[in-house]
């Protein structure tokens, strides 16, 4: 999946995260911070990187500001602002597919 | 070495505190000991005059010097103006290497953070450190290992001597020339001064701080002259609004509404629950919904409450004006409908930090609950809790009187969510221990509670009281289920405060926070 422009999911409210994915220069750059990065930082990272590499993003700088969502919402947060980043219409998202 | 409740206490830590392990909650019972005494100055002459002009002035007439230890209450709480107005004194006059005893510090205490930074302040004892001093000693800023201890110890602290405090300033809401000091019938009423008691009466040099100076005699006062050196008249000790501010309103949180059910469903249950029974609770929202719903049981079946005991707040005062409770005993004011109760209803009354929950005196009030109702930041399967650091490792929390009413009460419950955000509240291992397991007896949460295994009489209550059962261990195990199971929290390496125990012993340790690692 190509990135083409800035991708924005999610709040910060408790309990969400607010994914923003961006073009990127080569590989996935991301930048995470938590309220319990300590407790669930590595476990976090895993979860995000897996979700990108499942929709094909090979390329973007992706920011995940947490407010300590669960791997339910992480995983659907970077899934919409990757499908906004890559300006997917609602037809395009693999429902079923990719998207799970 | 390793505790009473399995932490590691190095040993150069003992050494640069001179604290011994935690060796269990009854571990000091019966042990003989000789009180600290101060060295005053007697006030012969009924000409000389204890006014004083400023801080300054009262710093100059007590001797005030580097490396001495002074000390403050925390009565007007976020309110509070005396212990920056005394601090900033002090840096403006060079002085270096203080010691501050306080009974708690807060936000309202954030400026101060410059002078630990250059040295002013290098020590520290206090129930606990919100806010940005909070930061500063988690940062390792502080100097000296930060002491933590609980309002009973802190009094057993200073009477045992292992503090000495040279400048005692106590803030008062009215003052006579004299020295007598009253909570009440100023423009910064903060209730009582339960925790000044022990600094006017153990302190070489006692300051009064007052922005309202009344005729003499302002009786019958909480702290006397005879203990008194100096009256001090400033333009204002604190912000009213933010001493004692609006009853909080009952809280609509479906969740807490949920727990306090519970609570309420498994106290009403117990053999303790009977007339007269003494019960202490706190102000957070499950805590204020448990007695509401305790209350309505009461009426039911006409059962008072003898007393209430500890900090206290507009519900209880209600319950009191109601006849339910017959003696409400009092060592903090939450709000405005408290202090004025304190003030004016007579089976409303003040004690002192030590007849509250001073482990070393010949027995404090908290040996006498029934029950209490606390709450946790973290509990864990031995039953352990921590309430002073977050889920970063960061100091943001103060012991209070949880130790203590939990060591002291026959029946100590601790209500918490299952989950904070997607930190697991009932977690493996608690980041610090600050009450130990063996002081804990039911754990509640949304989805049912716990009872500590030390405590099969309780578990007879439980069965019979329709809440879900369930062991610690299922508690954690459901709690991980939702949130995964946590990495232990990084730390640097240097320890930079200890948790002491009520008995004066290190029950844990708190070391420098650092920016989180990945794993490679």
């Given amino acids: ?100 | 070495m390793i505790n009473a409740v399995g932490r590691d206490i190095p040993e150069e830590v003992m050494k640069a505190t001179g604290r011994d392990i935690f060796r269990g909650s009854l571990y000091h019972d019966n042990r003989e000991y000789t009180k600290a005494a101060p060295t005053v100055r007697a006030k012969i002459d009924p000409t000389r005059s204890k006014l004083v002009g400023s801080i300054r002035e009262a710093l100059n007439r007590c001797g005030a010097h580097d490396g001495m230890t002074i000390s403050f209450h925390h009565h007007f709480r976020e309110g509070d103006y005396v212990v920056n107005m005394v601090m900033e004194e002090i840096h403006n006059m060079g002085l270096r290497n203080i010691r501050i005893c306080a009974s708690s510090l807060g936000k309202a205490h954030d400026p101060i953070v410059p002078y630990i930074e250059d040295g002013t302040i290098t020590s520290i004892l206090s129930s606990g450190v919100r806010g940005k001093i909070g930061e500063a000693i988690s940062n390792g800023k502080l100097r000296d290992i930060a002491v933590m201890y609980s309002h009973g110890g802190r009094v057993r602290c200073i009477e045992e001597g292992r503090v000495h405090i040279d400048i005692a300033f106590i803030g008062a809401p009215t003052a006579d020339e004299c020295g007598n000091l009253r909570p009440n019938g100023g423009k910064s009423n903060c209730g009582v001064l339960s925790y000044a008691y022990a600094d006017a009466q153990y302190a070489d040099h006692v300051v009064a701080v007052t922005d309202c100076l009344v005729p003499f005699p302002n009786i019958p006062a909480s702290i006397s002259m005879v203990n008194v050196d100096y009256v001090c008249t400033v333009d204002a000790i604190g912000d009213p609004a933010k001493i004692a501010t609006g009853a909080a309103k009952p809280t609509t949180d479906q969740r807490k509404l949920l727990m306090a059910k519970y609570c309420t469903d498994f106290v009403v249950a117990t053999p303790y629950f009977k007339e007269g029974f003494i019960y202490q609770t706190g102000v957070g929202g499950a805590s204020i919904a448990s007695t509401i719903y305790l209350a309505e049981v009461m009426r039911q079946r006409n059962i008072r409450m003898g007393l209430g005991l500890g900090g206290i707040a507009t519900p209880m005062v209600r319950l009191l004006e109601e006849g339910l409770i017959g003696k409400l005993v009092d060592t903090q004011d939450f709000d405005l409908g408290a202090v004025e109760s304190v003030g004016s209803n007579p089976n409303h009354i003040e004690i002192t930090g030590s007849e509250y929950a001073n482990p070393m005196n010949k027995g404090a009030y908290v040996n006498q609950l029934d029950f209490v109702i606390l709450a946790a930041l973290e509990v864990d399967i031995h039953f352990n809790c921590n309430v002073i650091t977050d889920s970063t490792g960061l100091i943001t929390g103060a012991q209070g009187g949880h130790p203590d009413t939990a060591a002291g009460a026959k029946c100590t419950i601790v209500i918490t969510p299952l989950l904070q955000g997607r930190s697991p509240a009932v977690c493996a291992d608690v980041t610090t221990v600050t009450t130990p397991g063996e002081s804990v007896d039911v754990v509640v949460t949304e989805y049912g509670l716990a009872v500590n295994p030390l405590r099969p009489d309780l578990m007879e209550a439980a069965r019979s009281c329709g809440v879900p059962i369930y062991t610690i261990e299922e508690l954690k195990d459901m709690a991980y289920a939702i949130v995964g199971t946590p990495e232990p929290i990084q730390f640097g390496d240097r320890i930079v405060g200890i948790v002491e125990a009520r008995d004066g012993s290190i029950i844990d340790v708190v070391r420098q926070i650092k920016e989180f690692e990945f794993a490679d």
């Fill in chain 1, 1 to 100: 999946m190509e990135i083409k422009c800035t991708g924005v999911a999610g709040t910060m409210e408790s309990s969400d995260a607010m994914v923003t994915i961006e073009q990127g220069s080569g590989g996935i750059q991301l930048q995470l911070s938590s309220p319990v990065i300590h407790r669930f930082g590595n476990h976090m990272r895993s979860v995000i990187l897996e979700t990108l590499d499942r929709l094909g993003v090979k390329d973007a700088v992706v920011t995940v500001v947490d407010k300590g969502a669960l791997d339910c919402t992480l995983k659907a947060r970077v899934e919409g602002a990757a499908f906004r980043a890559a300006q997917c219409s609602e037809e395009q998202i693999p429902w079923g597919g990719a998207v799970r």
